[in-house]
């Protein structure tokens, strides 16, 4: 076992040696509509996903709950998520 995830791991070194971290644009979007969006346009934006309702729901409740932020909080936020876009190269 040891030697297959020696083997597994070169492997994985030298095929994917050019793999970075940046994020893709389309969570940044949601990550800044998740903020800033009203519940009924984010609720659009999920659906895009085809989630079950329940996950959908769970995630609306969530939303209701940072929807009580302040604005000064919630820029805050949205000032933290463009440095860690900005470092990452999006």
């Known amino acids: 076992m040891r ?3 020696s083997v597994l791991l070169v492997t994985l070194a ?3 040696y050019e ?3 940046l994020p ?10 998740f903020l800033l969006k009203p519940t009924s ?3 659009v934006s ?4 085809g989630a079950p309702p329940e996950a959908v729901q769970a995630v609306l409740d969530v ?3 940072t929807d009580n932020i302040s604005d000064s909080r919630r820029q805050a936020l949205i000032k933290i998520l463009g440095k860690i876009t900005a470092s990452c190269g999006i």
Not at 27 to 33: C, Q
Not at 46 to 49: G, K, M, P, Q, S
């Open 3 to 5: 030697l297959f995830l």
């Open 14 to 16: 030298l095929c994917c």
């Open 19 to 21: 793999a970075n971290a």
């Open 24 to 33: 893709c644009p389309a969570l940044v979007e949601d990550l800044s509509g």
């Open 41 to 43: 346009a984010f609720k």
């Open 46 to 49: 999920l659906a895009n996903y």
């Open 63 to 65: 939303k209701s709950c």
